[in-house]
Every structure is written in structure tokens, then in C-alpha cells.
């Protein structure tokens, strides 16, 4: 598998972003789990939302929760995390993984992901 974000910026306090994660190797239609994460410098990484292939099924990290939505496009193999109300403490990088399965991550484990991308770079000036 194969994992391609996009979509990272710099942005202003309270901004927008709706990131992209591009999958190859493998279709929606087959069970996956998508999951986002991101990693400051000097910090561990941190799970922030993970999506299902199998039935489309959501899980959010508290530190995100109600500012994050994240969706997939089965036609397009792309799993999106739009960011809303952006906060300075936001900016880092942010990666997509996925793993093969039909149920959520335990406490977003990055662990249990098999497959990373490269990471897109999102600002959020102050």
C-alpha cells in the first residue's frame, strides 16, 4: 500500500484545512482502517481520527474532537481530515496510515498501522 497526504498550509488562527490522504494498492472496498496522526518536534506522534473502510465508522482524539471531521471518497481511494477553528498548537506534521481491519484502533495505537505516508507540513501562525 501506498499513502500520499496533501493539502497542509499555512493557515491563521481559526482557519480552515481539509487535508487529503490518497491510498494505492488497495481499494475502499476492501477492510481497512485510515487513520490520521500527527508529530511535533521532540513530541510522540499523536493518533488524531481514524475512519473504517467497512462501514464508514469515526473515531476522534479528545485534543481534536469537534473541530475535526474526517470522511473517505470510495471513488477516489482518499481519506480527507477537515480542520476547522485551527489553533497555533496545531501546526505540526500530519500523516495518514492505514492497517488492514473492521474495527477501530484501540486508543489510535500508530502501532497497529502498517503502512505511512510522508506527512504534509500544516502552520497555523498566531
Known amino acids: 500500500a501506498h499513502l500520499v497526504e496533501s493539502g497542509g498550509a499555512l493557515v491563521q488562527t481559526g482557519g480552515s484545512l481539509r487535508l487529503s490522504c490518497l491510498v494505492s494498492?488497495?481499494?475502499?472496498?476492501?477492510?481497512?482502517?485510515i487513520g490520521w496522526f500527527r508529530q511535533a518536534p521532540g513530541k510522540e506522534r499523536e493518533g488524531i481520527s481514524e475512519?473504517?473502510?467497512?462501514?464508514?465508522?469515526?473515531n476522534y482524539a479528545d485534543s481534536v474532537k469537534g473541530r475535526c471531521t474526517i470522511s473517505s471518497d470510495h471513488t477516489k481511494n482518499t481519506v480527507f481530515l477537515e480542520m476547522n477553528n485551527l489553533k497555533h498548537e496545531d501546526t505540526t506534521v500530519y500523516y495518514c496510515?492505514?492497517?488492514?481491519?473492521?474495527?477501530?484502533?484501540?486508543?489510535?495505537?500508530?502501532?497497529?498501522?502498517?503502512?505511512w505516508g510522508q506527512g504534509t507540513q500544516v502552520t497555523v501562525s498566531s
Open positions: 496510515a492505514a492497517t488492514f481491519g473492521t474495527k477501530m484502533v484501540d486508543k489510535l495505537n500508530e502501532l497497529e498501522f502498517d503502512y
Open positions: 494498492g488497495f481499494t475502499f472496498d476492501e477492510n481497512w482502517v
Open positions: 475512519i473504517t473502510t467497512y462501514d464508514g465508522s469515526t
